[in-house]
């Protein structure tokens, strides 16, 4: 089986700019969780989703939004871009929202603003 | 909010002998659930052993193993028999057993350089 996916695997924006990472889940899993890594640092929580609602958001602006989808895949928008916004981005899947399920993480998307 | 420490920014081992990545945590609440990742070069982040609060019992995975002390608030985690394959960034994590949502809290991360 697949594991998590993320597209693309690397993106440059300039400041002000918008921007929309994807992540499709390992089948079978409802929940999709977003992680920025800043370099150096470990991941920081920014959304879950289960079952197409947000479940959980972390200490983020409003530039951050996120969004999944019937299939369970699930898209993070970021506006508004700052250069502090520069960052692994990384998508986690889980089968579901709550418990002592496994999270398996995506390779990421490294996003670089300018 | 809960806090992790990785107070050891880089270690180095050398191929088969054993090295001990500490971290600490902060947290007022009785059940959570303690995790070690591995994240390689590659950047994909890989699951190397957890550890439920309410098991004494430290979890052991192959070569992996933790010292978890719950009252000192210490998730240790012991690799021995150092490969060349161990080298990455190790990350601490914790996540608690009462919030309804997969927030994990992770530390700072570890560099292990494994020598040949």
């Known amino acids: 089986d697949a594991g998590v996916t993320q597209s693309p695997t690397h993106l440059i924006k300039t400041r002000g700019q918008q921007v929309t990472l994807r992540c499709s889940p390992i089948s079978g899993h409802k929940s999709v969780s977003w992680y920025q890594q800043v370099l150096g640092q470990g991941p920081q929580f920014i959304f879950q989703y289960y079952e197409k609602e947000e479940r959980g958001r972390g200490n983020f602006p409003d530039r951050f939004s996120a969004r999944q989808f019937p299939n369970y895949s699930s898209e993070l928008n970021v506006n508004a871009l700052l250069l502090g916004d520069s960052a692994l981005y990384l998508c986690?899947?889980?089968?579901?929202?709550?418990?002592?399920?496994?999270?398996?993480f995506g390779p990421g998307t490294r996003l670089t603003v300018t | 909010a809960q806090t992790v420490t990785q107070s050891q920014p880089e270690m180095s081992v050398q191929e088969a002998e054993t090295v001990t990545l500490s971290c600490t945590y902060d947290?007022?609440?009785?059940?959570?659930?303690l995790f070690w990742y591995k994240q390689p070069p590659s950047r994909q982040m890989i699951l190397v052993i957890r550890?439920?609060?309410?098991?004494?019992q430290n979890a052991t995975e192959n070569r992996f193993s933790v010292n978890f002390q719950k009252a000192a608030k210490s998730f240790s985690l012991k690799i021995s028999d150092s490969q060349l394959g161990d080298a990455a960034m190790y990350f601490c994590a914790y996540r608690s057993a009462y919030v309804g949502f997969n927030k994990f809290y992770f530390g700072s991360g570890t560099k292990l350089n494994v020598k040949p």
């Open positions: 550890q439920e609060a309410y098991k004494q």
């Open positions: 986690a899947s889980s089968l579901a929202g709550q418990g002592n399920y496994e999270q398996y």
């Open positions: 947290t007022s609440e009785s059940d959570y659930y």
